[in-house]
């Protein structure tokens, strides 16, 4: 029957052509299901369906799309989600092909659309130049992804076709330097403002968002000429391919801080300011979009065209969770919680103890050990107590049960219990050291965690954007920039305007260092993907992530909540904090030097022997 059946086939085929070729034009007929180079790129609207695609395909490491689970790899939050993904409170150590990146094939797609725009299309010049712009910058920021994981990679602008000649060596490039690759970024940039149109588009480049990534690629590349050049022993290859010249940082620095002063003056950006509720506020200035005046260049998501994202069913705090099947997958560290400083401006730690450390410190609700908190830990994270779509999400951990002496601490095996005394034993919303899909830590995700009924429901899911830069960051890449360039009175002001969005006031600080400077760009910037990129460029993740049990910056602490039980005492009823190493994490981070440049596998090398390893690899 089967072989029946393929005949058939070939004689309907055969038949087809037969009667089909008294057409004269058969042969010439353009093929229904295939649309030809002459077809799209003299269609706006086509090219324009290609920009989107390759906008997606851009690398990314942590975002609410893809590869969110290693928000929970380093040291603002732990995996409190299933099993599946423990292993990432278990990283004995960073692998060296982590971050790695080699998307040849993504940079050939952009060098053929380029040519194909040149060489093909009949549109008017100045539309061929806006587009031709546009698809270099994809370019040019698909390097600057490769150089700030990898180092130095080929600079390939052209199409490389293969003449089937048996000998491919001329299709082998050797590895630019990396000071070079940061340059092509940055004059790449520089050099399609005049024509990338798409002014005040918040999802296509334009002026500013060139802009933007001058500001942060050459920010980069400064602290890395800098501060590697500081390291007891640099971290360089004999030709370039890693390492930046020492003496070039202050050119860098010169240029991230021009860009960013353009931006500020003349962008027409605005911090995000519409809610008298300053912890609302933060919140709103990532997920809100509509009319949004900080941010500058977004992934968007909508229902309307089938385009949205799981992360919100995947992350949101189990007490509020709807349909899901998980839930609270990354939960936020006691160790970012407690960087967020007093309004008073001094030091972020919760206060659990008296000061000679011979008591706890009772609290009549939850939620009063956080109260005149830098605005942006409630934008951040939902701490027991605070609310969450107007509902209050409640935790605690067990009770403490005065014993005479002493307190005994007590859990419960499940979530949602009672104890003897009939209150609350272990709260819904846990802590929990153990049950999975609730907090290990004693917090809950909320930045980027879709407010919309419905939007952590398997049908519905969450159209909030991935917000790629945003004014905020670049008030700190200036900040960050004028004080490396000595301009310490410029670089205050900028930190000031922020810190007085998240409630400290006007002209909070009356200096300013280099630590500050870092200490606000990670309350500020947290769960936005800047953390291992930073600790990378400033040289220090080997410190901070030193692989070390008594090192604290290499582990994950939580905060447990626990109601008194005490009879006749006047703290029986209330609550008091015990600060630990979170029960499900297991291995310091560890962070080694060969970790600074990502790994170029023996296979590239095979293709490519042109190509020279990392350093320690």
């Given at each position: 029957m089967m072989k029946l059946l393929k005949i058939n086939i070939l004689a309907a085929v055969l038949i087809g052509f037969v009667f089909s070729s008294c057409e004269n034009d058969w042969l010439d007929r353009e093929p229904p299901n295939i649309l030809l180079d002459e077809q799209v790129w003299n269609d706006p609207k086509l090219i324009t369906g290609v920009l989107s695609n390759y906008y997606d395909r851009l690398p990314q490491h942590t975002t609410i799309t893809g590869g969110w689970p290693d928000f929970a790899a380093y040291d603002e939050a732990m995996w409190s989600g299933y099993s599946g993904n423990d292993w990432l409170n278990n990283l004995v150590t960073y692998d060296f092909g982590r971050w790695g990146l080699w998307d040849y094939g993504f940079i050939r797609d952009i060098n053929l659309a380029i040519d194909k725009l040149q060489n093909v299309s009949e549109l008017a010049d100045d539309v061929k130049t806006q587009f031709i712009s546009e698809l270099r910058f994809i370019r040019a920021y698909v390097y600057f992804e490769h150089v700030k994981r990898m180092g130095g990679v080929p600079i390939i602008t052209e199409q490389l076709i293969y003449d089937f000649s048996g000998d491919p060596t001329y299709l082998q490039f050797p590895r630019n330097t990396e000071e070079e690759v940061y340059d092509f970024v940055i004059s790449e940039m520089e050099e399609i403002i005049p024509t990338i149109g798409n002014n005040g588009s918040q999802t296509r480049a334009n002026k500013f968002t060139a802009l933007a990534i001058v500001s942060r690629s050459a920010l980069y590349a400064g602290s890395l000429a800098k501060y590697n050049g500081q390291m007891a022993s640099p971290i360089t290859l004999p030709g370039g391919e890693v390492g930046i010249t020492p003496g070039s940082a202050n050119a860098y620095f010169t240029k991230s801080l021009e860009a960013s002063r353009e931006i500020i003056q003349q962008g027409g950006y605005s911090l995000y300011n519409t809610n008298p509720d300053l912890g609302e506020n933060f919140y709103e200035a990532i997920i809100n979009k509509n009319g949004n005046p900080e941010v500058i260049w977004a992934q968007d998501f909508l229902s309307s065209a089938d385009k949205r994202h799981g992360f919100t069913y995947d992350n949101i705090a189990r007490p509020v969770r709807e349909d899901n099947l998980g839930s609270s997958a990354i939960t936020p560290s006691l160790n970012l919680v407690e960087d967020y400083e007093y309004l008073d401006g001094t030091s972020g730690e919760l206060k659990t103890r008296t000061a000679d450390d011979s008591d706890y410190i009772y609290?009549?609700?939850?939620?009063?050990?956080?109260?005149?908190?830098?605005?942006?830990?409630?934008?951040?994270?939902?701490?027991?107590?605070?609310?969450?779509?107007?509902?209050?999400?409640?935790?605690?951990?067990?009770?403490?049960?005065?014993?005479?002496?002493?307190?005994?601490?007590?859990?419960?095996?499940?979530?949602?219990?009672?104890?003897?005394?009939?209150?609350?034993?272990?709260?819904?919303?846990?802590?929990?050291?153990?049950?999975?899909?609730?907090?290990?830590?004693?917090?809950?995700?909320?930045?980027?965690?879709?407010?919309?009924?419905?939007?952590?429901?398997?049908?519905?899911?969450?159209?909030?954007?991935?917000?790629?830069?945003?004014?905020?960051?670049?008030?700190?890449?200036?900040?960050?920039?004028?004080?490396?360039?000595?301009e310490s009175t410029e670089a205050l002001g900028y930190i000031n305007i922020l810190r007085e969005r998240a409630g400290f006031g006007e002209n909070s600080l009356s200096t300013i260092d280099i630590e500050k400077i870092r200490h606000e760009r990670r309350v500020e910037l947290a769960f936005e993907d800047h953390v291992v990129w930073d600790y990378k460029r400033w040289r220090v993740a080997h410190e901070k992530w030193s692989g070390i049990t008594e090192n604290p910056e290499s582990m994950i602490y939580s905060l447990y909540p626990y109601r008194v039980i005490r009879p006749g005492s006047p703290n029986d009823g209330k609550y008091i904090f015990v600060k630990s190493v979170a029960p499900r994490f297991r291995a310091p981070r560890f962070f080694q030097l060969g970790n600074y440049y990502s790994l170029i596998g023996q296979n590239l090398i095979d293709a490519n022997p042109k190509l020279v390893r990392n350093p320690f690899h």
């Open positions: 609290y009549d609700n939850v939620e009063d050990i956080f109260a005149n908190k830098d605005a942006r830990l409630y934008g951040t994270v939902i701490y027991p107590g605070s609310t969450f779509r107007g509902q209050e999400v409640f935790m605690q951990a067990g009770v403490a049960v005065w014993n005479g002496s002493g307190y005994d601490l007590m859990e419960s095996n499940g979530l949602g219990t009672s104890y003897d005394d009939g209150g609350v034993f272990t709260a819904a919303g846990g802590p929990h050291r153990s049950i999975q899909e609730v907090s290990n830590t004693g917090f809950y995700l909320r930045k980027y965690i879709d407010n919309a009924v419905g939007a952590s429901t398997r049908g519905i899911r969450s159209e909030v954007w991935w917000v790629r830069i945003r004014l905020a960051e670049v008030y700190l890449n200036a900040a960050e920039a004028a004080y490396e360039l000595g």
